[in-house]
């Protein structure tokens, strides 16, 4: 049986693992160090197990990088990697034995893929064929706009009446206080 392309130490330092494509995958890992244990590295592997560390390394090794230019990958310091490690290694982990199990199942039923292909130095071109514009159809005219009747208003508004100036309080008289009154 051959060997698995991520070791269980691969796997338990796994953070995100996407899939690029149908055969290279891009593998954000974290350092176990204590040293270290902030910081992070990237991998890319394909289905043979080949490992590049660069997107540049990558760009050499496939025949179509357009889609690269406009991916969007995920960093390991974004919010839900950093606020959950556990949970993002759980899900990674998941995907990682996934896609191994996929392409151990694509290993045995074809052969692996070309993926440099030669450019070749003359290019065919085919001419166009000009077809010429048919007249377009014309314009019709738009209906005329009615003139709507004048907006008559309604009663008028009455007029509040003004708030009078309320008299002042009078200063209150003080309390005396009673004399106490005995019981017998």
Known sequence: M?????????LGSLLIFEKLCDDWVREVHKFNSQRKKK??????????????????????????????????FKSAFSHDIVSNKVGANKIARKAAKAWMIESAG??????????????????????????????AAPVKEAAPVEIAAPV????????????????????????????PVEVP
């Open 39 to 72: 910081s992070n590295f990237v991998v890319f592997r394909n289905c043979e197990n080949k490992k590049v560390n660069s997107l540049e390394d990558l760009k050499e090794q496939l025949e179509d990088t357009s889609f690269l230019d406009t991916a969007e």
């Open 106 to 135: 694509r290993k045995v039923g074809s052969k692996p893929k070309v993926v440099k292909a030669a450019v070749p130095d003359v290019v065919k071109v085919t001419p166009v064929k000009k077809v010429p514009v048919k007249a």
């Open 2 to 10: 051959p060997a698995p392309l991520l070791t269980t130490d691969d």
């Open 152 to 179: 008559i208003e309604a009663a008028p508004v009455e007029e509040v009446a003004p708030v009078e100036v309320v008299a002042p309080v009078a200063v209150a008289v003080p309390i005396e206080e009673a004399v």
